[in-house]
């Protein structure tokens, strides 16, 4: 993990001399200059270790430094001192620092001493994410589930998990393909080496070769070292080939080949590598479909779908919904830091007859959108966006009588809005219409993302965010002709 520095020191000297210390790869030095608000201002600034300036610490000096290390990162302090004073040291000791150094010391006396304490807070980062990941490690667990259609499916899962096969993971956007890759790798017996995704479908395809084989220095313009590829760097753990459907015919011949004979070659190389990795795919097309419209290779995909796992989608899982609507609840609650506790029951009902086209990413939005807006304990139907929540008409009918006497009836607004900011209520009503005139762009485009974009006058990537969020897939217009 990368470790940030920031130096809150206004001696220009001093400054520039601490300034050409760090040096090392893994380590980002920031300087800020703020006059004598240098010290508020670092506030502000992430980091994880402050080198301060003695008498930029504001007094009283013992409460300053408490309240910069209650900081979400809990920094370390280094208080730099003008001479060495036993007084002042056992002072700012006592008041939490981590060391206090004279500047009088040599530089390599402060490299030494800095890099012990860079060391040591590297060390304490690797720990807090081990820490942290058992919670939000992926487990087969999390599948666990009240559905039959769920319960078969994951009968298969567990068959299949702790074996080396290739595995091909299917189903619609968000249902978490991903996820349930990553908690195969962590229960298989492959658990301790790494896992390493790919999205085919984010790269270009010169690019995407190199990605996944690695290319050798000078294989191609700008190649000015050489690179591992991803098959290299999953070594004894696992590759997850995500949106395989994506990969051009041309590597689809290259990845067969590799998966074949269980060796990769560079870009520009000569000699095969053998390498050992599983590999997973997942991919939200018809793959058979693509194989029978010359898409995708018949021998690929033959090979990938030794077992093909189709992960069912939300509305075939109802039952489910508030189980995992209210783990969210839980699991967001410390991040977001909003002390919601629970969901209402008419919202958990709303919840389990929507339709979910963006399954459990679509849901896990709802849920923080809500906990968001949501001004008690209790997330209520007023906190679920208009597409879900509540028939729009319901909502913006207008009760104009045509000369501009508008009889603005307040009944006809939702009675919690009235509790709301109109920032609040103001987002309400513009993600409803954003939905629905996306969603009506794209009916017409047939869901072809660029020239909706173009259409809208926004990139396609903030397009396609845009999709994500509100739980729009292309594939559903496709077919449509409006
Ligand atoms: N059973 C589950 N329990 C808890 N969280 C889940 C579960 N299934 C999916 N998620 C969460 O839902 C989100 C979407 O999952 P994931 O990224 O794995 O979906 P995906 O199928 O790969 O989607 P896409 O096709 O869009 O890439 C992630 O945040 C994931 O952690
Ligand atoms: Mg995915």
Redesign the pocket.
Known sequence: MLIRVLLVIEEPKLRQRLEGLFERPDVVVESPRGGKFLWERASRLSADVLIVQEDLIPAPVSESIAAQRALPESPWIVAMVREENAEVRARLLAAGCEAVLPASLGDAQLQAVFATVLAKRSELSVTRLREARPAAR?SLN??VSQSPAMQAFLGLVRKVAGSESTLL?A????????????AVHHEGGRAQGPFVPVNCAALAESLLESELFGHEEGAFTGATRSRRGCFELAHRGTLFL??IGEVPPHLQVKLLRALQEREIRRVGGEKGLPVDVRVMA?T?RDLEGEVKAGRFRQDLYYRLSVVTLT?PPLRERRE?IPT?AE??VRFLRARIGRDVRGIAPEVLEVLQNYTWPG???E??NVIERAMLLCNGETITIADLPLSIGRPPAAVLHHGGNGNGQAHANVSEVPAEWLGKPLREVRQLIVEHYERAYLAGLLREERGRIGATAARAGIEPRSLYEKM?HYGLRKEDFKKKVS
């Open positions: 992926p999390d599948f993971i189903g619609e956007t968000g249902v978490g393909k991903e996820r349930l890759a990553q995500d949106e997942a939200n992960i489910d995992l783990s969210y399954n459990v990413r849901l896990i994500r």
